[in-house]
């Protein structure tokens, strides 16, 4: 086994690690943004041709929108090192640990347990301040005033790229309580692939490494009421919220569910361990028990009593009763 790492250039954190022997070539470039360096030092796989290289192998395909918002794109080509356009090099990357997460932690194989091919197309449209899964693959706008490109956070992947999860297996009806969940479902899978990629705790703020301000996040899931408008406990639920603010009751049980199995306290320290452990449960109720109608109160008796055992012990959660898109 030949095991090889990525270094963020700022903070010399390793990002990445993977076995290094592969059946396809691989390439090399920059990533990130002005905010969150990276290199991609020997870590995009794509198919060989010479000197050249194609990002069109058996389990991703990148193409290249160049600012349009209708047809496949181009598939990118060029030299193998480097491969100069970062939001580009994000993408194929992530999608890339996107697809290890679901092998390695998941046990899945892709995205519907078949090797479904994850294709991004990247530079979608123009200054487009969002990403979104369309139920074939995914789209990234280059952001504007308020976003770096969508395509550099590994959350925001994960995050869109599990909306094809939710659609394969529990196919959540994406309006209502079901909504509410399909979203936080994806935002926990954003954060399950940070930990995974990152070799740390994830910080549980979905979004925040493509914001242009310092402190912007687009969910807190800890504390989902920071962005004043999402809620943490059923009470407050109404019927026509909007499921990106109704996503933090389940991202809040997510939050605490990783903290009790990391400290023992509901409000203690996230850790990379706990995050996969809580994860399972999440991951084997969306394919074995929720259904496209299922709601809050459902989703957390199916994550408190999995079929599955490899879910063990149970997750200790239940939407509180206390007053108090698909895309990004």
Known sequence: MQMNAFIDAHTGEVIDQFNGIHTLSQASGPGGNAKVARTWNAQLDVEPSGTLFKMDTARLRTTNMRNGTSGQGTIVTGPLNPIGDAAINDAHGFSEAVANMLSGWQGENSINGAGFKLISRVHYSSNYENAFWDGTQMMYGDGASTFYPLSGSADVAGHEINHGYTTFHSNLT??????????????????????????????????????????????????????????????NYRTGLDVHYSSG?????FCRTVARF??????????????????????????????????????ARACTTPPS???SPRPSWRPSRRRGRTSA
């Open 309 to 311: 055992r490899s879910v």
């Open 262 to 299: 990391a400290t023992g306290s509901a409000t203690g320290a996230p850790t990379r361990a706990a995050t996969q452990r809580a994860s399972r449960a999440w991951y084997v109720a969306n394919k074995q028990i929720w259904t496209a109608s299922t709601t809050f109160t459902q989703a």
């Open 174 to 235: 994406y309006s209502g309580q079901s909504g509410g969940l399909n979203e936080s479902f994806s935002d926990i899978a954003g954060e399950v692939t940070e930990a995974y990629i990152a070799n740390r705790a994830p910080d549980m703020l979905v979004g925040r490494d493509i914001f242009r301000s310092a402190t912007g996040a687009l969910r807190y899931m800890c504390n989902p009421p920071q962005d004043g408008r999402s809620i943490d406990n059923l009470a």
């Open 249 to 253: 009751i389940s991202n809040k049980a």
